[in-house]
C-alpha cells in the first residue's frame, strides 16, 4: 500500500482562461497536491533522496501556474500532474485546481477541478508514439541545412515517416533577419521524450548552430511539436511546444500531412492553423526533402 503526501492550498497568480482579460488581468489559482508514494525507504534510512521532496515539488507546481497561459483548466491540472510524477519517487498524483475567480455570472464560492494521474510501469517495451517535429533555417544553404537535419534525426530508434513540403516564412521575434525555411516531419518512436530533445540538440550543433540572440538567425532549428499526446510542464521540454498552437509555420505543413492531426491541449490542427494567419507562409514547390529508409514516405514533397 502507498504512503501519502499532502500539499493544501497553493495560490499563485496566473493568467489562464479562455477570456482575454484573464489572459491580461491574471487571477489567483489555488492548487491541492496529493502524492501516493512509497515512504518506507526514506524513513529507515532518514534520507530525503529517497523520497518526494515536496518542497522542490510545490516549487514546480507553482511555475507551471505562473508560466506559459493554457485556455483550459483541464489543460492547466494535467500539466500540473506531470510535473508531480515528475518526480521518480512519485507512484501516483491527483491534483485539484481551484479558480475561486472565475467568469461565473451566478454567484458561487469555488470552481475547481480534479484529475488523477498514475506513472507507466509497463511490463513490455513502449509503444511507438507519433512524434512531430518541426525544423526551420534561415542561414547559410538553407535546404541542405535543413536535408542534414532530416538524415541526422531519423534512425536508430526515431522512424521517419514523412516529411512536408518546404514553406518560406517570415520570422518571428522582432529581431531582423532573413525569411525561413520550414518543414514539419512526422516520426515514430518509443524512446523518452528527453532522449528525442537531445537527438533534436544534436542535429542543431552539427549543423553549426551559436545561440546568441534570443528569436535570433539560426542554420537549423528543430522543435518537439508534440510526443503523442504526453503532457509535459518540465522547463526542459514542455509538451506540446507552448508556441505550437499559434505558428503557421508549424501548424500548415503539419496540417499537409495530417488532416486530421489534434494538438493536445488545443484540439484541432486545421482550425489552429486557419486562426493563425496560414497566408503568411508560403509553400515552395520547387523545393523537396528527403527521407530515407523502407519506412519514409516523401509523396507529400
Request: proline letters at 6%; aromatic letters at 4%; a negative charge.
Amino acid at each position: 500500500m502507498l504512503d501519502r503526501i499532502s500539499i493544501t492550498g497553493l495560490r499563485v497568480r496566473g493568467y489562464h482562461g479562455v477570456f482575454e482579460h484573464e489572459r491580461t488581468d491574471g487571477q489567483d489559482f489555488v492548487v491541492d497536491a496529493v502524492l501516493w508514494l512509497d515512504t518506507a525507504p526514506a524513513a529507515a534510512a532518514d534520507d530525503l533522496s529517497l523520497t518526494a521532496d515536496y518542497g522542490a515539488i510545490a516549487d514546480r507546481l507553482a511555475a507551471v501556474v505562473a508560466g506559459e497561459p493554457v485556455a483550459l483548466i483541464e489543460t492547466l491540472a494535467g500539466r500540473l500532474a506531470a510535473a508531480c510524477l515528475a518526480d521518480e519517487s512519485v507512484q501516483e498524483a491527483e491534483v485539484t485546481v481551484h479558480k475561486p475567480a472565475a467568469p461565473v455570472t451566478q454567484q458561487f464560492t469555488d470552481i475547481a477541478l480534479t484529475i488523477r494521474r498514475s506513472r507507466r510501469h509497463p511490463r513490455h517495451p513502449p509503444a511507438s508514439r507519433q512524434i512531430v517535429l518541426s525544423l526551420g533555417s534561415n542561414l547559410g544553404d538553407r535546404m541542405a541545412s535543413l536535408q542534414r537535419g532530416v538524415d541526422q534525426l531519423c534512425g536508430d530508434g526515431l522512424d521517419c515517416l514523412a516529411v512536408s513540403s518546404v514553406y518560406e516564412t517570415d520570422p518571428v521575434g522582432g529581431v531582423e533577419q532573413a525569411d525561413y525555411l520550414n518543414v514539419v516531419v512526422l516520426a515514430a518512436s518509443s524512446l523518452p521524450a528527453h532522449d528525442i530533445l537531445a537527438r533534436c540538440a544534436a542535429a542543431e550543433t552539427a549543423a553549426g548552430r551559436v545561440r546568441t540572440v534570443r528569436w535570433g538567425p539560426r542554420t537549423l532549428d528543430v522543435d518537439i511539436v508534440s510526443c503523442d499526446a504526453e503532457i509535459s510542464a518540465d522547463p526542459v521540454l514542455t509538451l506540446p511546444h507552448p508556441r505550437a498552437h499559434e505558428r503557421a509555420f508549424v501548424l500548415v505543413p503539419w496540417l499537409e500531412l495530417d488532416p486530421q492531426a489534434m494538438l493536445p491541449g488545443y484540439g484541432a490542427v486545421a482550425a489552429l492553423a486557419a486562426a493563425a494567419d496560414p497566408a503568411s507562409v508560403r509553400r515552395r514547390p520547387e523545393l523537396r526533402l528527403v527521407l530515407s529508409g523502407p519506412e519514409a514516405d516523401s509523396s507529400c514533397t
